[in-house]
Every structure is written in structure tokens, then in C-alpha cells.
């Protein structure tokens, strides 16, 4: 069974920092995997899609890494600000009829001014 | 503007009372989802579709229940709601094929029985 998980929960850091978001995966067998931020009272918001075949994506300040031997994805906000506050999920797409997405926790971003 | 829409955005309800949940895509898109996301238990799929009458369980299907009579709209339904179904609910849609495609959500329904 497909399990996901985010480290950290919640992270605090002040305005400017690099900062990198972990996402870990128990079966590499992934058809592919997608970043998303939520806002609080809000939907969900795609930031990036990573094929199962890529090694990373780079939209703008995120860029998102993929190792699937290891089962491991990492998401990398570079000169963070305060806008950039929000929950950050990973989610894995598996193969198969379902297309379901198999969703982390998430890690509670904070960025202080 | 490409989107998934959602009605009502929030809503407050008594054990029993019947009620529906509309998702609605203006991509054109085959596949169409439902998840719930409970703190602790992130989101977990309800039901799927991958076109216009075909749909099948997700891993928490207890309780609801949708149709797919349009390739827009996918509705769901709670016949019986009861205290456990008070959740944040998201509708996804996404293209289906060969090809790996991303998913689109909605921007969630809040519902709570009492």
C-alpha cells in the first residue's frame, strides 16, 4: 500500500531564506508526482507535475526534485516571502484505471516578514 | 477562465437530511474525482469517473454516492449525511489518456452535520 509522508509538519523560517520541503513515497512505482500549495479556506493550487520519467521541474522560485529509487521528492522555495505562507502537499499518482492521487499531510509553511 | 466549481462552498445540516454537492469543469475534461480531507488523514479519494457514465469507488465510498450524466458535472450525493461525513470536500478533474496529466481542484465545499 502506497504511503506518503511530509516532513516537516510545520516549519517557521524568516523572509528570504532557501528553504526545502521533503516528501517521501513507500512504492517507487509512481505513474507521476504533483506539488500543490492550499491556502487556508481555499482549494488546492497546482504548482508542479513531475513525470515519473523527469528528474525535476522548475516553475519560477519552486523548483521540484524526483528520485524514484529512493522515494523521495523534494520541493525547493528559493527567496521566500511572506506570500509564500500556505500548506504544501505532495501527492503520487499510481498507475492503474483509478487515477487517484495519494496524498501526504503536508508541511504548514510559515514565512515571517 | 479554465476552472472546477463548487456549490455551495459552505454548508451546515442535520444527520439524514439529503443533500447534493455540485462540481462542475469547464475543460472538457473525461476524468472527474471526489476526495475529503480530514485533519490528520489528509485527503482520501471518495469516488471517480472516467467519462460520462462511468464511475466506480474510491477507497472511502461509505455513505455517497454520484452520478455522471454530463461530461461537465459531477455531483455528490449524500443521502443519509451523518456526523462522521463532516469533512472538506474537493472535486478534481483532469484530461485522461496515455499521457500523464495533471489534476485540477476545485475550491472546496465545507460541510457539517449535526
Known amino acids: 500500500k502506497q504511503e506518503v509522508t511530509q516532513i516537516p509538519a510545520a516549519l517557521s523560517v524568516p523572509e528570504g531564506e532557501n528553504l526545502v520541503l521533503n516528501c517521501s513515497f513507500t512504492?517507487?512505482?509512481?505513474?507521476?508526482l504533483q506539488w500543490f500549495r492550499q491556502d487556508p479556506g481555499k482549494g488546492l493550487t497546482s504548482l508542479l507535475l513531475?513525470?515519473?520519467?523527469?528528474r525535476e521541474q522548475t516553475s519560477g522560485r519552486l523548483n521540484a526534485s524526483l528520485d524514484k529509487s529512493s522515494g523521495r521528492s523534494t520541493l525547493y522555495i528559493a527567496a521566500s516571502q511572506p506570500g509564500d505562507s500556505a500548506t504544501y502537499l505532495c501527492?503520487?499518482?499510481?498507475?492503474?484505471?483509478?487515477?487517484?492521487?495519494?496524498f501526504g499531510t503536508g508541511t504548514l509553511l510559515a514565512v515571517q516578514p | 477562465e479554465a476552472q472546477v466549481t463548487q456549490n455551495p462552498r459552505y454548508l451546515i445540516t442535520v444527520t439524514g437530511k439529503k443533500l447534493t454537492v455540485t462540481c462542475s469543469q469547464n475543460?472538457?475534461?473525461?476524468?472527474m474525482s471526489w476526495y475529503r480531507q480530514d485533519p490528520g488523514l489528509g485527503l482520501r479519494q471518495i469516488y471517480y469517473?472516467?467519462?460520462?457514465?462511468?464511475?466506480d469507488k474510491g477507497d472511502v465510498p461509505e455513505g455517497y454516492k454520484v452520478s455522471r450524466k454530463e461530461k461537465r458535472n459531477f455531483p455528490l450525493i449524500l443521502e443519509s449525511p451523518s456526523p462522521n461525513q463532516t469533512s472538506l470536500y474537493f472535486c478534481?478533474?483532469?484530461?485522461?489518456?496515455?499521457?500523464?496529466?495533471?489534476?485540477?481542484f476545485g475550491p472546496g465545499t465545507r460541510l457539517t452535520v449535526t
Open positions: 478534481a478533474s483532469s484530461p485522461w489518456g496515455t499521457s500523464s496529466y495533471e489534476q485540477y
Open positions: 512504492d517507487s512505482a509512481i505513474y507521476n
Open positions: 513531475i513525470q515519473s520519467s523527469q
Open positions: 501527492a503520487v499518482r499510481r498507475g492503474g484505471a483509478t487515477n487517484k492521487l495519494i
Open positions: 475543460m472538457n475534461h473525461e476524468y
Open positions: 469517473s472516467m467519462n460520462v457514465e462511468v464511475t
